[in-house]
């Protein structure tokens, strides 16, 4: 991971160069992956936000640095005319530019894996190193998943789970659009409703449903049956038992925040 700003500098001009032979070669490309956001605009997008955190930072890309091979080489110089220099002090690490150094990410294996088991498994490694990676790196591994054929079906598990939440509105609009690698999900959970009586208008209503991703569906799924001191050392299942549908529907939408696809 590079650990200067001028290292995150240097990556976003490869990036945007990188992204326009991108647009240029997308007619030789043999295989087209119908993904949510395809690499071009992802490293456009890179590279704009890393341009904004340094101009934030204090740091203008245009201004000329100290040549390599003097003292102080290879920084910016103060103002364009003067001869003194600025350090960054930002490193690269959790969260684009603060925290510790990231992990390494989860090895891609070269052959789909043996059972659908171990490929779950790969996608949810990959899926969750990627939402706690910064952008360059993740960019750099996505780049990596999308060159192998056999992931081209379960890229969009992926894409999706690494997408920012949405707004109620929002998700619940999704759910007229089913896509690959998203699961429609009950806000109320529609098992337990219907043993409480509930009623299938109110549990398949359009406002108790929402499209999320199908990994963050699973761990809400093991969440929800999963013992929690915050309900009394019941699953949030079991303490639902018997509670009013205002109550189901707060835990259920306290759960969509709680795994980030809903806005809070």
Known sequence: MPRTWQAHLEIAKAIRTLAARDEEEQ???HIEYALPLNTRDLAAE???EILQDLRKAGF???EPRV???QPGGGRWTNDGTSGATRTPTATAGIGHNQGPPLEEPPAIPPKPP???QALTAFLKAAAYWLTSAGKVAAARYLAR???LVWLTQSLPYIYAYIYPPKTLAELQQDALNPQPGYNIHHIVEQKSARDD?????????PDNLVRIPTLRHWQITTWYQTQNKDFGGLSPRDYLQG???????????????KFGVLKP
Not at 197 to 205: C, E, L, Q, V
Not at 243 to 257: F, H, M, P, Q
């Open 27 to 29: 007619p030789r490309r």
């Open 46 to 48: 890179i590279a704009r």
């Open 60 to 62: 203008n890309p245009d």
């Open 67 to 69: 040549p390599r091979g």
């Open 114 to 116: 043996a059972t659908p």
């Open 145 to 147: 998943l999308q060159m």
């Open 197 to 205: 009586k509930f009623s299938d208008d109110m549990i398949d209503g």
């Open 243 to 257: 509670k009013s549908w205002d109550e189901r529907r707060r835990v259920g939408l306290d759960a969509l925040i």
